[in-house]
């Protein structure tokens, strides 16, 4: 492990209940792998669904955007920075994500471009795929 969630929280402002990554496991200049311990007790599963909990497919996707957000925001240049989604692109949910699930975030910056972040994303469970697609951000004060 790298980063555990208080140094997570000192690098990226979220805070509960929409903090959605626990743990960085690598991370290096381009890529940074995140995880997410999914549990039953959390806000979104009182009504999505509460008959059958399944994580939203726009957690699982912030969750990911997140995960890229603390490897930009642990650069010198971008302390104290905010990370804002700029785009969503291909993204393809495969299995549903349900409490109990550990979710590995894997997040590889491919370009940048007049300020502007692009990034390969996946989501995966048990080594299957949850989500897959491309994510852009740009960073603000």
């Known amino acids: 492990m790298i980063l555990n969630s208080n140094q997570i929280q000192e690098i990226i402002?979220?805070?509960y209940p929409?903090?959605?990554?626990?743990?960085i496991e690598e991370m290096d200049e381009t890529?940074?792998?995140?995880?997410?311990?999914?549990t039953?007790?959390?806000?979104?599963f009182l009504g999505h669904f509460p008959q059958k909990h399944?994580?939203?497919?726009?957690l699982i996707v912030e969750a990911?955007?997140?995960?890229?957000c603390v490897m930009l925001l642990s650069k010198e240049e971008n302390k104290g920075k905010i990370g804002f989604f700029a785009g969503i692109n291909k993204m393809r949910f495969k299995r549903q994500?349900?409490?109990g699930d550990v979710m590995?975030?894997?997040?590889?910056?491919?370009?940048?471009?007049?300020?502007?972040?692009f990034a390969d994303v996946e989501a995966t469970v048990e080594g299957k795929i949850a989500a897959k697609g491309e994510i852009m951000c740009a960073l603000g004060d």
């Open 40 to 44: 039953a007790n959390e806000m979104q």
């Open 64 to 68: 990911l955007a997140q995960t890229g």
């Open 13 to 15: 402002p979220h805070r």
């Open 18 to 23: 929409f903090l959605l990554v626990d743990r």
């Open 31 to 38: 890529s940074v792998v995140g995880t997410k311990c999914v």
């Open 104 to 117: 590995t975030l894997k997040v590889k910056f491919t370009n940048q471009r007049a300020g502007i972040y």
């Open 97 to 99: 994500v349900i409490p």
């Open 54 to 58: 399944v994580m939203p497919g726009v």
